[in-house]
């Protein structure tokens, strides 16, 4: 079955860093565009696309709010996408999601500027992200 399972998340102090995994089972995940998002506590609204990674040549996309602080990469071999969060603001506390970008519409590439939830197809349970001021 595929699964993708988050892990990493946790409580840091504003201007700290962390280091959240994405691990894929059940097909190989370095051939499907990955992305993250996040939810904010207590919204019911769609999470906000954080960043992507493309399958065929790992160009990669970020939100404005997290250029220049939040780093994605992935390792083949581990079957894993990581997002690198550095300089981490309250404003970052949400639960993290990473998901497979939807072939049919995007290939192996990202959609622009990450796209939205509707442009991904498979889902990690997300994993919890708190940041302290």
């Known amino acids: 079955e595929v699964q993708l399972v988050e892990s990493g998340g946790g409580l840091v102090q504003a201007g700290g860093s962390l280091r959240l995994s994405c691990v894929a089972s059940g097909f190989t995940f370095d051939d499907y565009a990955i992305g993250w998002f996040r939810q904010a506590p207590g919204k019911e609204r769609e999470g906000d696309g954080v960043s992507c990674i493309s399958a065929t040549d790992t160009s990669t996309s970020y939100a404005d709010s997290v250029k220049a602080r939040f780093t994605i990469s992935r390792d083949k071999a581990k079957n894993a996408v990581y997002l690198q969060m550095n300089s981490l603001e309250p404003e970052d506390t949400a639960v993290y999601f990473c998901?497979?970008?939807?072939?049919?519409?995007?290939?192996?590439?990202?959609?622009?500027?990450?796209?939205?939830?509707?442009?991904?197809?498979?889902w990690g349970q997300g994993t919890q992200v708190t940041v302290s001021s």
């Open positions: 998901a497979t970008v939807k072939v049919a519409a995007h290939g192996s590439r990202c959609p622009h500027s990450v796209g939205t939830p509707n442009d991904y197809d498979r």
